[in-house]
């Protein structure tokens, strides 16, 4: 359903991002764009898989390989040296956060040709769009088990924004999670009885009920704000 593409940021740095757009009746006419932004395993193939669920969906879906800017190509698995690896980059990622938003920027832009924009992603990925959902103008964001979300906690959504927990996620406090939500009473937030990672079926840490359940809420906000 998709196919790699090349963007350019506004700084002129080229990066790679998958692209996936509606098939059949929908051919033509999106009903929007959703971004889409990795874990930090790269735009692999569980993310190709969530931006081909969006095309089905009727949304012209785009993942910006945001890794590129530090090391092209990153295609992970979910073992301890991938995670080892993927760790490593996400540290260069949030000593460049202005440089990755102008990576997503840029594929916002690209998804922008198809209307209103969303703007989702997991993990590390969950922090840039809290990151993405202050500082840039998506018109609607949803973030899974963004732990870092709590080192940005002063910021404020610009859009409206829904975040993704698990209450047994051993990387995230509880207490963080209430303390986002105590500062932000506007943004939904949702714990499920579920770890790290429960929207991933490609991982152990899959929980197939709540990954239901938060994709439910995330596609009714998009068919709110998007389109």
């Known amino acids: 359903m998709g ?5 350019t940021a506004a700084d002129g ?27 930090i395993f790269g735009v692999n193939a569980h993310i190709r898989e969530v931006c ?14 945001i890794f590129d800017r530090f090391e092209r190509g990153v295609d992970l698995g979910y073992t301890d040296d991938d995670k080892t690896i993927g760790r490593a980059l996400k540290a260069k990622g949030n ?3 202005d440089a990755v938003l102008a990576d997503v920027k840029a594929a916002h832009d690209a998804a922008a040709t198809a209307g209103k ?8 990925g969950g922090v840039v769009v809290w ?17 870092g979300i709590i080192d940005l906690n002063a910021e404020e959504p610009t ?36 770890g790290h990672g429960f929207n991933c079926d490609h991982r152990p840490e899959f ?7 938060a994709l439910h809420i995330t596609h009714d906000l998009f068919a709110e704000h998007v389109g």
Not at 118 to 124: N, S
């Open 13 to 39: 740095h080229e990066f790679e991002a998958y692209r996936a757009e509606p098939e059949g009746d929908a051919q033509g006419s999106p009903k929007g764009g959703i971004v889409v932004i990795q874990e």
């Open 207 to 213: 929980d197939r009920e709540s990954a239901e359940i």
């Open 3 to 7: 196919e790699t593409i090349k963007l």
């Open 159 to 194: 859009c409206p924004t829904i975040l993704h927990f698990g209450e047994h996620d051993g990387s995230i406090p509880m207490a963080d999670v209430d303390a986002i939500s105590a500062a932000h009473p506007d943004v939904e937030v949702h714990v499920y009885d579920a």
């Open 117 to 124: 924009v969303g703007i989702t992603g997991y993990c590390w």
């Open 52 to 65: 081909d669920g969006y095309a089905r969906q009727g949304y012209l879906a785009i993942a910006p390989a």
């Open 95 to 97: 000593d460049n956060l």
């Open 131 to 147: 990151a993405a959902a202050c500082r840039l103008g998506f018109d609607a964001a949803v973030a899974y088990y963004g732990g």
